[in-house]
C-alpha cells in the first residue's frame, strides 16, 4: 500500500520543464573579423583621403616652415582646391600609400580585437549592452593604437607637414620618412605621440564602435528591420556614428595632429600650442574636415565589413 502511494506521488510530481536554447547570434571568427576589417579599411582609406589631408593641414600650426604666415580656409573643399591649384593633384594624396596600409592594418586590428572582446562580453544571445560595447571599442582602440595607429599616423602627419614647404622638403615618400626619422632619432621616434594617440584612437574607437553597436541594436530590435546588413542601411548607421564620434572625439584628435609634426612635440607641449593659437575651441579645429571623412569613413567601412564578413561566412542573405 505504501509503495502504490509513493508510486502515485512520483507520477503527479510536476516534471521541470526544459529551458529552451537560445539561439546564438553568428559569431565572426578571427581570421574573418582580420580580413574583412582590413579589406574595408583600405576602401575608406582611398576614398576619404581628401578630407585627411585637408583636415591635417588646417590642424597644423599656421605658421609655415619658413616661418612666414600662410592662412589657411577651414573649409575642407578650399583647401583641397587651393592644394591641387599650386601643388597639382598628386600634392592631395601626399602620404596616402602610407595611409592606406596602416588603416588595412589598423581597421584588421581594430575589428580584430573589438570582435573579440564582444564575443567575450556578449550576453548568451549575442547582444552587447551599451556599457559593455563602449567598453569593448577602448580596449580595441588601444590596442589598435599601440600595434598599428601611432606609427603609420606619425609618417603620415610628418610627409604632409613637411610637403607645406615646397623649396626644402625632407622626405621623398612614406618609407623614406620611416627610416630617415628612425636613422636620426631611433624607433622610439616613430611612436612620438603615443599617449594623445591612444587617448584620441580609444575614445574613437569606444565612441564609434559604441554607438553603431548602439545604433544596430535599436534597429534591429525595436522596428521591423531585421536584416541589419542593407547595405544603404548599414551605411546610414556608419554614417550616423561618424557624426557622433567627430565631435565627441575632436580634440584628442587636433592634440595628436600637433604633437605628431614634423618637428614633433609632447602631448604637453601640443596641447599649451593649441590653447596659445586660438583657445579652447582651436581644440575643434578641422572638425568640418574630420567631419566630412567620417561620415564617409563610417559608411563606407561598416558596409564593407558587415557585407565582407558575411560573404565569408557564407550567410549573406540575398
Not at 52 to 81: D, M, Y
Not at 294 to 306: A, K, N, Q
Request: hydrophobic residues 40%.
Amino acid at each position: 500500500m505504501a509503495t502504490n502511494t509513493v508510486a502515485e506521488l512520483r507520477s503527479t510530481a510536476p516534471v521541470p520543464k526544459a529551458q529552451p536554447q537560445i539561439a546564438k547570434k553568428n559569431v565572426i571568427s578571427p581570421g574573418i573579423s582580420l580580413t574583412a576589417g582590413a579589406v574595408a579599411g583600405a576602401v575608406e582609406a582611398t576614398v576619404t583621403y581628401p578630407f585627411e589631408f585637408a583636415k591635417t593641414r588646417v590642424q597644423l600650426s599656421q605658421k609655415a616652415a619658413s616661418g612666414i604666415s600662410n592662412p589657411a580656409s577651414r573649409h575642407p573643399l578650399a583647401v583641397i582646391l587651393q592644394t591641387a591649384r599650386h601643388d597639382g593633384v598628386r600634392a592631395i594624396y601626399t602620404g596616402c600609400s602610407t595611409l592606406i596600409l596602416g588603416t588595412a592594418f589598423k581597421a584588421g586590428v581594430r575589428f580584430l580585437s573589438f570582435d573579440t572582446i564582444k564575443n567575450l562580453l556578449a550576453d548568451a544571445d549575442g547582444t552587447l549592452s551599451p556599457a559593455r560595447g563602449i567598453l569593448a571599442g577602448m580596449v580595441a582602440g588601444t590596442v589598435e593604437s599601440v600595434v598599428a595607429v601611432t606609427p603609420t599616423e606619425r609618417i603620415k602627419t610628418a610627409l604632409i607637414d613637411d610637403a607645406r614647404s615646397s623649396s626644402t622638403r625632407r622626405y621623398k615618400g612614406g618609407f623614406h620618412a620611416l627610416r630617415t626619422i628612425v636613422a636620426e632619432s631611433g624607433v622610439s621616434e616613430v611612436y612620438r605621440g603615443l599617449l594623445s594617440t591612444t587617448m584620441k584612437q580609444s575614445a574613437t574607437s569606444a565612441v564609434r564602435m559604441g554607438s553603431y553597436n548602439v545604433i544596430k541594436e535599436i534597429v534591429s530590435s525595436r522596428t521591423s528591420i531585421k536584416d541589419t546588413k542593407n547595405p544603404a542601411l548599414t551605411f546610414g548607421m556608419g554614417a550616423t556614428a561618424g557624426v557622433i564620434t567627430v565631435y565627441m572625439t575632436q580634440p584628442f584628435d587636433t592634440i595628436k595632429t600637433r604633437a605628431q609634426g614634423a618637428k614633433g612635440a609632447s602631448t604637453m607641449e601640443a596641447l599649451r600650442d593649441v590653447l596659445k593659437d586660438g583657445g579652447v575651441r582651436e581644440f575643434w579645429r578641422g572638425s568640418s574636415m574630420r567631419l566630412g571623412r567620417l561620415i564617409l569613413s563610417g559608411g563606407i567601412v561598416f558596409t564593407v565589413y558587415e557585407n565582407v564578413a558575411a560573404l565569408l561566412m557564407g550567410s549573406r542573405t540575398a
